[in-house]
């Protein structure tokens, strides 16, 4: 993609190292990583369980980190949880005593934002994922894909230019899981996010990314990266595309080195 | 939307009738029982008297009773109430600090294996013969629940939700407070439910070694002269005490965490 290379830089992994010390020895998790992510690009990253994914997101967001090389995000390197990024996890986390308003709303309490200015905020968000009349439901008054979308609220409530989230749809069933995929590509084409976004599911890589980038077995580093370069927004009956299936072809034979 | 249907479907469970009436009449059957095993078998109310005559005794000794329960329930409230401050004071200082957790848990444990009972002349030696020694004996044994229970409840947060709080930046008193703090409630108030049994327990005791009122006093008093009616009103108004306490933490429980008695 040399021609977009005049694009900001959102993320970047330089030489990227991560090793864990543990009780029972060195665990080598990330060997010489790059990758750089632009604006507003959405770049998923597959790779067989176990290689890193979930260690390079939290390192990324910084919760973890890193043994040596850079990580950058938005020009500063990484040095613990910033604003700018909002992150979904593979469980929906939200608190259980609280509704679904009120989970959206808990970045808004922890930085001492004043409620109600962001209380219709989360009302616009709450329509952009389908769940109006689910505002005063609690967590476990919701299904699997109900919750992981008021996740993606939460994540959202306080305008991060960045997203990064880990197998956020891992958990659901197939057709939710379609579903989702559809409801977060409306979610970024309004939205405008640098999504970073990890997942095993190869066609759902394809139909969301602008790029999709493979890694290897721990220590994982980046074996292929593939442009994506279908029309936006995407289809469903873009999967059954001869190019659809010749881009997972490849992915999956990548993975398998 | 249908997703509307299946969360309205989740409120079916209604109660088996009469679940309530229950505890109830195990009572009063087991009063019944009673009644009729003494006599039946002829047992002479010094021994055991029935209940008509222990609840006949409570009739025309109500304010003596009182006044004595009085004694016993202020014993009871203050023991617990500190065991409530210290023992979560200590749960969340060691939460936080883990050297304290470290260096405190081996104390707490001890101060509960050791027999407190061995230990009360010596309390009330060094604390006298008024309300304070018994206090002081109730919360000895109180507050151990209350510690283990809300530590536990403190410590044992899904991982990921902590890494939720890191992320939106929350400092550790808001992850206290807004996580840890909620998320131990239901074992908080198992401990509490435990801890009100326990003080209790230790109220009556310590006026069983040095009161010189109270209802653990009369039952010792009783019992010494053979006053057994008297014994049984004093065991039936305790045990009320005790039930009717367990039952005020209970209520609390069900209006502070709504969210863990549904279905
Ligand atoms: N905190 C940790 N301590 C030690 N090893 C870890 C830790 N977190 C992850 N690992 C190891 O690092 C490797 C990568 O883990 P992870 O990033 O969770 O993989 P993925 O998300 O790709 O499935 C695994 O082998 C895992 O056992
Ligand atoms: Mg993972």
Redo the contacts with the bound molecule.
Sequence with gaps: MKSNDHRKVMIEFQALEKT?R?SKGE?H?IEDLNIKIFDKEFVSVV?P???????LLKITSGLLPRTAGGVAVNGSPVDGPAKQIGMVFQNPVLLKWRTVLDNILLPIEILKLPRRSYQEKAMELIKLVDLIGFENFLPSELSGGMQQRVSLCRALITDPPILLMDEPFGSLDALTRDDMNLELQRIWETKKKTVLFITHSIPEAVFLSDRVVVLSP?PSKVVLTVDVNFKRPREPSDKYEKEFGRLCTLLRSAIKK | MDEKQTVKGLDTYTPIKGTKLAPFLTLVLFLVLWEVFVRAANIHPIVMPPPSVAFKYIAFNIPLLLDHAYTTMNEIILGFLLSVVVGLTLAIAMTHFSLLNRALYPLIVLSQVLPKVAFAPLLLLWLGYGILPKVVIAFTIAFFPIVINSLGGFTSVDPEMLDLFRVIQANRWQTFLKLRFKNALPQIFDGLKIAITLAVIGAVVAEFIGGDSGLGYLIIVSNSTLDTPLMFAALIILSLAGIILFGIIMLIERLSIPWSFRG
Excluded: L, P
């Excluded at chain 1, 369980?49 to 260690?55: A, I, L, M, V």
């Design positions: 864990f543990t665990v998790a790779g369980s176990g290689c890193g994914k979930t260690t721990r």
